[in-house]
């Protein structure tokens, strides 16, 4: 009944890789909204991640990870994808898909945002 479920995480040493999916829903065609992957660790504000525009021609990106993280989507699947590589302990969080409607530019900020997965736990420890 989800409309937005994300699979991957799991247990990594630092240095390694995970790839996060999220499944989404055919009743939300991926092509009309913007795609975002946020994270939230304990006793943290949820923070932006990755967000790319509908048209795929503007991306923000969380400073810590620029050049080690890359988010994708699949408009065949429905599925959004984030490829996560040279994972640092302080990447430890929940990982949360999201969708957003109308928004001028690929925003951070949670609130905008419309649809959200159930989240998948990140740990990267030695």
């Known amino acids: 009944q989800r409309q937005l479920v994300e699979s991957g995480g799991g247990l990594v040493q630092p240095g390694g890789s995970l790839r996060l999916s999220c499944k989404v829903s055919?009743?939300?065609?991926?092509?009309?909204?913007?795609v975002a992957w946020f994270r939230q660790a304990p006793g943290k504000v949820r923070e932006a991640v990755l967000c790319?525009?509908?048209?795929?021609?503007?991306?923000y990106y969380h400073d810590s990870v620029r050049g080690r993280f890359t988010l994708s989507r699949d408009g065949a699947m429905n599925t959004i994808y984030l490829q996560m590589n040279n994972l640092k302990r302080e990447d430890t969080a929940v990982y949360y898909c999201?969708?957003?409607?109308?928004?001028?530019?690929?925003?951070?900020?949670?609130?905008?945002?419309?649809?959200w997965g159930q989240g998948t736990q990140v740990t990267v420890s030695s």
């Open positions: 999201a969708l957003g409607n109308d928004l001028t530019a690929p925003s951070p900020n949670p609130a905008e945002y419309d649809y």
């Open positions: 055919s009743e939300l065609p991926l092509q009309y909204y913007n």
């Open positions: 790319v525009s509908t048209s795929n021609t503007a991306t």
